[in-house]
């Protein structure tokens, strides 16, 4: 019997971009773009600290380094959660 070949994973997060405005990310499949302005841990953050991005429990974003926790849905649908970091 042979194993099924497997596919992209597609339950990971990795970062593809990382600009003087934000960055972009790659989860299962979707691209995001966080701007500095709403996610200002990031703005100031080392290049390894940006790349070292979880994806835990298929729908929370965890970055170590940096001690950031985003909910996947909250860039989804950003209009249920408007709360926005204010220095």
């Known amino acids: 019997m042979k194993s099924p070949v497997l596919g992209k994973n597609t339950s990971s997060a990795e970062v593809e971009n990382i600009s003087r405005h934000g960055i972009w990310l790659l989860v299962k499949g979707?691209?995001?773009?966080?701007?500095?302005?709403?996610?200002?841990?990031?703005?100031?953050?080392?290049?390894?600290?940006i790349h070292n991005v979880k994806?835990?429990?298929?729908?929370?974003?965890?970055?170590?380094?940096?001690?950031?926790?985003?909910?996947?849905?909250?860039?989804s649908n950003e209009e249920q959660y408007p709360l926005l970091y204010k220095p």
Do not use: C, I, Q, T
Request: net charge negative; no cysteine.
């Open 30 to 49: 979707r691209e995001y773009f966080l701007a500095y302005g709403d996610y200002p841990w990031f703005a100031d953050a080392k290049l390894s600290e």
């Open 55 to 75: 994806l835990l429990r298929g729908k929370h974003l965890h970055w170590p380094d940096l001690d950031v926790d985003l909910e996947l849905d909250s860039l």
